[in-house]
């Protein structure tokens, strides 16, 4: 047999229902979403698929939101920053100034447009085109559409550009072109130090150092190595202890030693380390 629910306690039932509901409801306030939305993004600025999903939820609401004061205040501080801007650091803290309004009115396409303009003056095209794409995101029946899609793709061009210019194989291909052209600068110099009873003599020719000398009363000239040249510094080859000191005891004789040549190109150093302690250097000098 069915049990009968009381009055009273039928409307217990129903009065519970009606306050679940109007919780329920009041949670969906669009109004109360868009600012859980918001917290969230100013926790997560870089969280764009949020930014994206508070354009489309402002889009779908009846009632717009208006703009906050503090929000208009960075606009103001962002269009003062670009129309005083006299360098790409000052379109860089416009786009910055922005960047706060946008976290307080992230549905705002003027402040997407702005900003994308500040970045690209910056030579930030890759912020830029972004900026852009939020602004036709947020403004999806834009008269200038057509322009601004030609521009996101003039800087995604230029980003790309950018990419492979400070990509390691450029970083790379620079240097070896710096160090191609500094050898050709000096190919075919000859640097002497003049001694006692003769010359020590070191010659550039291409990627190779020459180190010879001339002693005119004793051998004449004579050739003792060639180096490669792979950057300003060689480190040559040292002769073993038996072949500088010919056996002789009490003898000194290299244990290391470079040769360091001059950014100008003006004079060659050579620093040679002693297997007492002590340190030659001498310091050869171009002929013109």
Not at 22 to 39: F, G, V, W
Not at 98 to 107: C, E, H, I, N, Q
Not at 263 to 273: A, M, N, P, S
């Amino acid at each position: 047999m069915k049990r009968i629910m009381s009055f009273p306690c039928t409307m217990f039932f129903v009065a519970a229902f009606l306050a679940s509901f109007s919780a329920h409801a009041q949670s969906l306030n669009p109004q109360d979403t868009l600012n859980q939305y918001i917290s969230d993004l100013q926790k997560n600025p870089n969280d764009y698929a949020l930014r994206e999903k508070i354009i489309r939820h402002v889009q779908a609401m009846k009632q717009k939101p208006g703009i906050s004061a503090e929000a208009e205040k960075y606009e103001g501080r962002a269009e003062y920053a670009i129309k005083n801007a006299k360098n790409e650091a000052d379109f860089l803290d416009a786009a910055k100034e922005y960047d706060k309004a946008l976290l307080l009115a992230p549905w705002v396409s003027s402040y997407y447009f702005n900003q994308a303009i500040a970045y690209e003056k910056a030579g930030k095209p890759k912020e830029a085109k972004r900026s852009f794409e939020f602004y036709l995101f947020a403004e999806p029946n834009a008269k200038d559409a057509r322009d601004v899609r030609k521009r996101i793709a003039g800087l995604e061009y230029a980003a790309e550009k950018a990419e492979k210019e400070t990509s390691p194989q450029a970083s790379a291909s620079r240097e070896q072109k710096k160090s191609d052209d500094w050898l050709k600068k000096i190919d075919g110099r000859k640097y002497t130090c003049p001694l006692e009873n003769g010359t020590l003599i070191l010659e550039v020719r291409g990627k190779v150092l020459l180190y010879a000398s001339n002693f005119p009363y004793s051998w004449g000239y004579r050739e003792h190595g060639r180096y490669e040249i792979i950057d300003r510094v060689i480190s040559p080859w040292i002769p073993t202890r038996e072949q500088q000191t010919g056996g002789i005891p009490g003898r000194s004789w290299v244990v290391e030693g470079t040769y360091t040549i001059s950014e100008d190109g003006e004079r060659i150093t050579q620093h040679f380390r002693l297997n007492d302690g002590n340190v030659e250097e001498k310091i050869f000098l171009w002929q013109r």
